[in-house]
């Protein structure tokens, strides 16, 4: 299994991304899905997450700015993050699980490369 993300970039702030994570080797449709970021010298956390069925929980510093969705015909798990802040610069990735893991990452058994996400003030 491999999980290709892409969407990442520069934006300033306040404005909009979507990050894609495409997977390939198997079908992910009842695995649940969730996005990760890491930023220079800080640990990796938890952005958000989605299980097989749709039900989503988010980080408290992303709630109701980023949505994560999954269209499970394209294998494939998005996050639209809108009125980025400088502070959600990062690496973003993402990760399945057999389970609906929210936050555990090490309940994430299959993770993809990053993408870079650079949000200028």
């Known amino acids: 299994v491999q999980l290709q993300a892409s969407g990442g970039g520069l934006v300033q702030a306040g404005g909009s991304l979507r990050l894609s994570c495409a997977a390939s080797?198997?079908?992910?449709?009842?695995?649940?899905k969730g996005w990760f970021r890491q930023a220079p010298g800080k640990e990796r956390e938890f952005v958000a997450a989605?299980?097989?069925?749709?039900?989503?929980v988010y980080a408290d510093s992303v709630k109701g700015r980023f949505t994560i969705s999954r269209d499970n015909a394209k294998n494939t798990v998005y996050l639209q993050m809108n009125s980025l802040k400088p502070e959600d610069t990062a690496g973003y990735y993402c990760?399945?699980?057999?389970?609906?893991?929210?936050?555990?990452?090490?309940?994430?058994?299959?993770w993809g490369q990053g993408t870079l996400v650079t949000v200028s003030s």
């Open positions: 990760a399945a699980s057999t389970g609906f893991s929210g936050s555990d990452q090490s309940r994430y058994g299959y």
């Open positions: 989605i299980g097989w069925s749709g039900g989503s």
């Open positions: 080797g198997r079908s992910l449709n009842y695995f649940s």
